[in-house]
């Protein structure tokens, strides 16, 4: 496999492995779950390494970005449908 060229493109392979696993029979929960905790154990490799685990300070820095993220990708859903961030028609 070719290294992603951007963010999005990383986005879009993790998508499309997601939905060859809801094609072939997982369920979209157990997917979503699948990917959270890879999420996890990868971000945990990055800032402590293959053997360490993270303080409690680095699971709510975590915590926090993935909120942040989460918090992006909701404004643009709404904002992509025409809606405020309340969910009203702008």
Not at 31 to 48: F, G, Q
Not at 55 to 62: A, R, Y
Request: charged letters at 20%; hydrophobic letters at 45%.
């Amino acid at each position: 496999m070719e290294a992603p060229k951007s963010q999005q493109e990383a986005i879009n392979a993790f998508i499309k492995l997601a939905n060859e696993m809801k094609d072939n029979g997982a369920s979209v929960q157990f997917v979503s779950t699948a990917l959270m905790r890879a999420c996890a154990v990868y971000s945990t490799y990055v800032i402590a390494g293959n053997q360490g685990a993270l303080k409690q300070s680095g699971v709510e820095k975590l915590s926090e970005i993935f909120a942040q993220e989460l918090d992006v990708i909701q404004k643009a859903k709404l904002s992509d449908a025409g809606l405020d961030a309340e969910g009203n028609p702008v």
